[in-house]
């Protein structure tokens, strides 16, 4: 069997949690202008599958001419994927890529060997007030995929999968789940979904990926005769049959997971990757800056700035 993530030695275990491995509560970093809330990496969990960070943005609400606004900064070995659920921001990438995102759809930027990108609110947006929510999350590449170019794909709202019944509405971002496939590629099997669910609807988990989470955005969910709120991630025991039954007033919940990798992954800033050294090679094409000819180079239309490699 290929390498899982620590478990938890305290986690209760027996049909009174039926089948949960582990619970995450994430911790809140506060950027300035909106909270995030991490749930991945945890510190028994660095990874569910290939996912080793997950992120919650806002809610937040910016006054007229604030907005998000991240400069260019490099990434290593991982893919980014972003989904919102309010609001709208820029993405810009060395590979020449100018792409808002808007809620429903999905953006997957691929770093491989290296890939430099800015996030923000520009232009027309910084106009009026606006909300801001979603989630952020990075997924681990395997070993043979750490020095891939590097690649941009963005799938509108309607060119993903929607699954509709019983009180459920299952939008598949990513991956393979209840026999639905997402338009866009991934380096290894997965599965990433947003499930809005009515009062009292029930959601099984896939079943057939080695790796399984849930993270609850909104209202609450029960599994067995245990009741979780919104903010908590769920990890599942491999192998075992899991439901979610929505509270009283619904929820909304992200399922994710998918094969574990072959191993740990290191993680350094923005990189990621399954040796030391490679994040070391990283630090330094960074830090030279040799934006024509080395390792990274800037987005173009937005090169006048960025963020330079923090302290050691």
Known sequence: MSWNPALDPECPTGDAVDAIETVIVPRARDLGDFEVRRALPAPRRQMVGPFIFFDQMGPAEFLTGQG????????IGLATVTYLFEGKFHHRDSLGTDQWIEPGAVNLMTAGHGITHSERIDGEALRQPYRLSGIQTWLALPAGAEDSAPAFVHAGKSDLPMLEGEGKQV?????????????????????????LLAPGAKLPMPDDHEDRGAYIFQGEVSVGDQVFEAGQMMVFRPGDRVSMTAGPVGARVLILGGATLEGPRYIWWNFVASSKERIEAAKEAWREGDWQHGRFSLPPGDDAEFIPLPPQ
């Open 68 to 75: 998000v606004d991240v400069r260019p900064h490099p990434h």
């Open 171 to 195: 939008r598949l971002i990513l991956g393979n789940a209840f026999a639905e496939r997402a338009p866009v590629p991934t380096a290894s099997e997965m599965f990433y979904a947003d499930a």
